[in-house]
């Protein structure tokens, strides 16, 4: 099974900043199976980033993904409170289709 | 609108069995996977499987052959997650979502279903 882990566990930022949030893929995944996934409290997650860096819809332009190989990066710039969720990587090319255990993103 | 709207929550007793539905409205509910994925309290989700409705054809995550069974009927546009024999353990929200594409990332979910199983 394909592990994956995040840091940090938790972020606190102010809002305007920027956040980066990686992802480490205990073995090598290709890019277009790398996604970025948002949730709140009581929600389901949101589809964020697909194949490493392609915005889902209706996603802001202030989410950017990028990475390859093992090491991913979802970056945050120009915080805003609504931001406040924790978000999970995900690989869904091989099964089980494996999340990270998750950031959590507090706008201070 | 694309939607996947999910049955209520569930009060269970360790034994007793248990199916939950996911039914899709607002695109072609045959052409996409339905994956279901688990969340416990204060954890990541978790894949268990998914089916392809219009074959039935149906995978499952290893950690989830034989404790689950998923199913469909196309004929209503709707998935299933089964258990016949409820565990504590299996307390949790179960969400079902869509696959965008045949290999892709899970663009639409559903409302998701609380499981509480307690003697």
């Known amino acids: 099974e394909i592990v994956l882990t995040q840091s940090p566990g938790t972020l606190s930022l102010s809002p305007g900043e920027r956040a980066t949030l990686s992802c480490r893929v205990s073995q090598s995944v290709t890019s277009n199976y790398l996604g970025w996934y948002q949730q709140k409290p009581g929600q389901a997650p949101r589809l964020l980033i697909s194949g490493t860096s392609s915005r889902a819809t209706g996603i802001p332009d202030r989410f950017s993904g990028s990475g390859s190989g093992t090491d991913f990066t979802l970056t945050i710039s120009r915080l805003e409170p609504e931001d406040s969720a924790v978000y999970y990587c995900?690989?869904?090319?091989?099964?089980?289709?494996?999340f990270g255990q998750g950031t959590k993103l507090e706008i201070k | 609108e694309m939607q996947l709207v999910q049955s209520g929550a569930e009060v269970k007793k360790p034994g007793e069995s248990l199916k939950i539905s996911c039914q899709g409205s607002?695109?072609?509910?045959?052409?996409?996977?339905i994956v279901w994925v688990r969340q416990m309290p204060g954890k990541g989700p978790e894949c268990m499987g998914m089916?392809?409705?219009?074959?039935?054809?149906?995978r499952y995550s290893p950690s989830f052959a034989g404790q689950v069974t998923i199913s469909a009927d196309k004929s209503n546009s709707t998935a299933f997650l089964h258990w016949s024999s409820l565990m504590a353990s299996d307390t949790a929200v179960y969400y079902c979502?869509?696959?965008?594409?045949?290999?892709?990332?899970?663009?639409?979910w559903g409302t998701g279903t609380r499981v509480t199983v307690s003697s």
């Open positions: 089916i392809y409705p219009g074959d039935s054809d149906t």
């Open positions: 995900q690989q869904y090319g091989s099964l089980p289709y494996s």
């Open positions: 979502a869509r696959r965008a594409y045949s290999s892709g990332p899970m663009d639409v």
């Open positions: 607002g695109f072609r509910f045959t052409s996409y996977w």
